[in-house]
């Protein structure tokens, strides 16, 4: 066995490949930029070497200095993660020629597989069923056209060297042909250095549903189940669960046998992923084939009891796999949620910044964590802007999904925005928890984007009772201290009205044996807690059910989070209540004639100057963030008064880029 192996790449996967070599007793090197001098996967390893400057292209994805680090550090191997070189065939055959292994699979399945439109046809002459479609390279918008009109619409137009929901279009006319093929081929050059397009048809009402292989470089190659990632925002995975609810064994056999017929014409080795788009006939077609570890292989790991990490490692060191196929049972039901540093309620814009308070979920049998961060760890402009893979395990699919609900509600970050709410309203969707769902489940629930009324709430008193119990064990903290001035002492009150986004709630709240009672309206609730003044996390038993409330004092009053909502609250004496709906509200300033950047990024193109007319619907600016381009379009017609900025300015969020008159 390797007694020391380097990991190329940085985040969570870094920390998870670390634990597992870890646990083999195999000693690790992690590799860091500037920007991650003090990350956490940069700590936790036994050794660490610096590659160069904070963007990836300077760092992570120097090939001669990753394999300078490992002949300093004497590693024997690199495990590539994902992303970044993971499926780099230049990378495999500069470490084959250093004498150093590669934990993946060899320079012809990454060579094959990484290009989609060779894929295809591999696919297709190994008994793969595949999307009907033009695998040749399109050469120009008007080609796209008329291939998409021989096709059909819709049609999804899709960079040769893609991944990632980058370089990825799905058009409906010609309009869209032409304008997602300029898209499609920008961010194809931006990302991967190649701006091929190819087009398929667009299978409606799809479901993505991938297969775990593994096989060895002896033969062997087995199936672990499938993954449903049909929840996907903009082609980009959120939710993750094994096994599919979709599935029936029959189809789960022959989407499995397919997958490996695909692994053996490519002499697949180490563990992979083949995609599929299953349509509401169990109709399946071969999507790709991802010839590495992928983000959401916790979920396989659950449900079949295996370390996929450490069977990569073991094959690399031309081991026999110690798995056949009869031995691969699945049990239970394992989800995964993606916790991003973004903000749900503005378009899910990145959010960068430091993690001033961080506490993910104390982890179980029922709870993983799978993180690169930590409390005061910064997430960065230059990478993937994820904090987490939060995943939950149960015996049911409903177990999975209340441990889930759960451990969201404990999960307590501030400093940068983050997208639990938005996991919490997927995961407690009716249509969700039905297993009715297609890659169309965002655009089609959301089609107005994400807001804090989507949120659902099975009681939304729940923050309202829990806060009055919470403000009257500051108070009854409060009479205690000594030297009070007299006739100004704390008074114990039993009425309060407390004031939740706006809605008054009159309530009656009396200390009760072991707890409180608090009534409204005749509703009783009886709520037991141990929460003291300091803690983030209000842990209760209310009417016998366990409940995380996450509360922090704001201004005057409190600000709440539970099950993805946030309430802002005042507690409040009943003639102060009266007093408060006499108070002025400050309202915000009009920014209606300004062009505001809608995330940190780069101004890649400046559309209009000063003086010209702009009709709505028209581009004024495009900006670059995570390397996917966003066209700003004017929303009505207008005159352009001044220009604030300049193309190649790096923005900030709401920083203007245009004036109007």
């Known amino acids: 066995m390797f007694e020391k192996i380097l990991i190329a790449n940085r985040g969570e996967i870094a920390c998870r490949v670390i634990k597992t070599a870890r646990r083999m007793g195999i000693k690790t090197v992690a590799v860091y930029s500037d920007a991650d001098a003090n990350a956490l996967h940069t700590r936790m390893a036994d050794e660490a070497v610096h590659i160069g400057p904070s963007p990836s292209a300077q760092s992570y994805l120097q090939i001669e200095r990753i394999i300078a680090a490992c002949k300093e550090t004497g590693a024997q191997a690199v495990h590539p993660g994902y992303g970044f070189l993971s499926e780099n065939a230049d990378f495999c055959e500069a470490l084959d020629g250093a004498g150093i292994t590669f934990i993946g699979p060899g320079v012809k399945a990454i060579t094959s597989m990484g290009d989609k439109i060779t894929s295809k046809l591999l696919a297709a002459e190994a008994g793969v069923n595949t999307i009907p479609g033009y695998t040749d390279v399109i050469d120009g918008p008007e080609h796209a056209v008329k291939i998409a009109s021989e096709i059909g619409y819709p049609v999804m137009l899709k960079a040769s060297a893609g991944g990632g929901g980058k370089g990825m279009r799905v058009v409906w006319n010609d309009d869209e042909c032409r304008d997602g093929f300029e898209r499609a081929t920008n961010e194809a050059r931006s990302s991967f250095g190649d701006d091929r397009v190819f087009a398929e048809k667009f299978i409606e009402e799809p479901r993505h549903i991938e297969i775990q292989v593994l096989a060895d470089k002896h033969g062997n190659a087995i199936f672990l189940g499938e993954r449903e990632c049909s929840i996907q925002r903009r082609h980009q995975k959120v939710i993750e669960e094994a096994p599919s609810p979709f599935l029936d064994e029959k189809t789960r056999k022959a989407m499995g046998e397919q997958a490996i017929a695909l692994s053996r014409a490519v002499d697949y080795s180490s563990a992979g992923t083949v995609e599929f788009i299953v349509d509401a006939n169990k109709n399946f077609f071969f999507l790709e084939m991802n010839t590495r570890l992928q983000v959401e292989h916790p979920v396989t790991e659950l449900v079949t009891g295996q370390d996929l990490v450490e069977h990569m490692i073991r094959v690399a060191n031309d081991e026999v796999l110690s798995l056949k196929q009869e031995d691969v049972q699945l049990k239970g039901w394992a989800m995964e949620s993606r916790v991003y540093a973004e903000d749900p309620f503005r378009n899910f814009l990145p959010s960068i910044g430091r993690l001033a308070n961080y506490k ?10 799978d993180t ?89 008193l729940i923050p309202v009772v829990i806060t009055a119990v919470v403000n009257t064990i500051l108070n009854e903290r409060a009479s205690q201290i000594s030297g009070q001035t007299r006739r100004f002492e704390p008074e114990a009150h039993q009425n309060w009205v407390v004031i939740a986004n706006k809605v008054n709630y009159p309530i009656t709240l009396l200390p009760v044996a072991h707890g409180y009672e608090v009534d409204f309206e005749g509703r009783l609730y009886r709520i037991k807690t141990d929460w003291l003044p300091g803690n983030t996390l209000v842990q209760a038993e209310v009417n016998g059910q366990t409940v995380t409330l996450q509360l922090d004092q704001h201004k005057a009053g409190y600000l709440a989070f539970h099950r993805g909502a946030e309430t802002q609250l005042l507690v409040l004496t009943p003639a102060a209540a009266e007093l408060a709906q006499h108070m002025i509200e400050k309202t915000p300033p009009d920014l209606s004639k300004f062009l505001l950047s809608p995330m940190p990024g780069l101004l890649v193109r400046l559309s209009v100057k000063e003086g010209d007319e702009v009709k709505a619907g028209e581009e004024l600016a495009v900006v670059e963030a995570m390397k996917m381009e966003n066209s700003l379009r004017a929303e009505e017609d207008g005159v352009v008064a001044k220009v604030r900025a300049n193309e190649g300015d790096s923005l900030m969020v709401d920083q203007a880029i245009v004036e109007f008159e």
């Open 360 to 369: 993910a979920p104390v982890e179980t049998e029922h709870v993983r964590v």
């Open 372 to 460: 690169g961060i930590e409390e005061g760890s910064e997430v960065s402009m230059y990478y993937d802007p994820m904090i987490a893979k939060l995943v939950t395990y149960g015996d049911t699919r409903e177990q999975a999904i209340e441990h889930m609900a759960d451990a969201l509600d404990s999960y307590y970050i501030r400093g940068v925005r983050h997208n639990i709410s938005f996991l919490n309203a997927l995961i407690m969707h009716p249509r969700f928890a039905e297993g009715h769902i297609t890659t169309n489940f965002i655009a089609e629930e959301y089609p107005d984007g994400f807001h804090a009324g989507d949120v659902p709430q099975s009681d939304p």
